[in-house]
């Protein structure tokens, strides 16, 4: 609401600096339990952390594995685990998080086992809208995706309480405290 201008057509290229993560790559995979987080961009996220030096802390930027395509948005300083790893952050006149959003919803075809960021990623053309829509767009990702993650941490305490109830309800005590077996 409130916005009409009409989107520009860009490739993805025009959107990202991107740069190899060479001298962010950690060189043990001895991995302590605190310190620096070492990243993977797929599920995972978070492999281990390390006290290396040579930290990525230039700011938020986006972790793009040139293989398989998985992203993750990440606004503390890290190191990485691969050289597939591509950082990218945003050129000017594109906020960084709405990028991200754009690049996570495009649909690429993926080429095996294969580097995909140059060959298909950056000649992807897409719409683009002015920075200030930008803004309230990926504004309103991040209220959504605080409630995902609040439902998400109900949804596991119900899970627990659950999983709980049925280890009670299936053990000797229940039937020793004058229960019947429901199912019988």
Do not use: C
């Amino acid at each position: 609401k409130g916005f009409s201008d009409p989107w520009e057509q860009r490739k993805l290229g025009d959107l990202f600096e991107y740069e190899r993560p060479d001298k962010y790559i950690v060189n043990s995979d001895q991995y302590s339990s605190n310190g620096i987080p070492v990243l993977t961009a797929n599920k995972s996220f978070i492999l281990g952390y390390t006290h290396e030096n040579n930290v990525y802390n230039k700011g938020k930027s986006i972790i793009f594995d040139d293989f398989t395509l998985d992203m993750k948005f990440v606004n503390f300083p890290y190191k990485v685990k691969s050289s597939a790893i591509k950082i990218l952050t945003a050129k000017n006149n594109i906020n960084l998080r709405f990028g991200f959003e754009l690049l996570k919803h495009t649909k690429f075809t993926q080429e095996g086992h294969a580097r995909h960021y140059i060959s298909i990623v950056q000649p992807t053309k897409v719409k683009v809208p002015i920075k200030a829509e930008q803004i309230q767009l990926s504004n309103l990702s991040s209220i959504v995706d605080s409630l995902i993650a609040a439902n998400e941490d109900e949804l596991e305490q119900l899970k627990t309480l659950k999983k709980l109830l049925m280890q009670k309800i299936f053990s000797q005590e229940w039937r020793f405290k004058g229960f019947t077996d429901p199912w019988e």
